[in-house]
């Protein structure tokens, strides 16, 4: 992926750097961009990774990851603490980050929004660069479909109403799934999931709801992840069905 960095006012810089990260929404840069590659506390057993941000002072919101192997995948928690002196309302947001070539796959709700099936039950989400240079999504048998080679960055999301979302590259199908709650306020107009794509990384994301910490509390957003190995000629519609991904959540 090379050397990206998000360049801050301050003169400081947030480093990409690749694999998964935990940032915090709504993304506001002198909030989301915080510097987070410094050491870190490690906490290791049998069977759970975790990391956390050292307690040093100069950080009002700490971020910590917990990894566990579980039922053929990965479970993974990411919690958020406000070490500050005043509440803050966020949400714990969680990006994975994936080589460019592949189509990550989105689905959409499939089930009526009232029992005759006349209402609408899902909504698209656009940040202003999408759509700008070209045609940045296609929807196919309710799934948004992002490919993963492109010149300029686009973005698009929606509610994770089906608990999972996938990427589909050289014969493998990374999936991760997490919950959406019909009844919470999410960030970026409800898109609990979102899929970011550029030149140089794709990324599979999703959100926890909003939350007001007051000094001290911590909010947590569990995601699971597995990882199939399919054949290279399976359409990315089919991903679902091969695998048994709906009403297949781990969570």
Known sequence: MGDLSIPLADGRSYR?????????APEVPEITYEPDDQPVAVDVSPTRLQVAQASDGRVDIAKALSVALRDSGVEVVHRI??????PKTLAPWAITQLPVGGTAVIPLSRDNADPDGLQPNAEIVLWPYTGVADTSFEIADRYLLVGGSRAEPTKVGTRLDRGWMAYVNEGL???????????????????SAQCYSGPDFVELETLGPLVSLEPGESTEHREFWRLHQISPDTPPTEVSALLVLDGGNPL
Not at 16 to 24: K, N, P, Y
Not at 81 to 86: C, L, M
Not at 173 to 191: I, N
């Open 173 to 191: 199908a990374f999936v991760k799934w997490s919950d959406h709650l019909p009844s919470a306020a999410y960030p970026d107009r409800g898109a």
């Open 81 to 86: 603490t406000n070490r500050g002196a005043t």
């Open 16 to 24: 990409l750097v690749g694999g998964h990260r935990l940032w915090t």
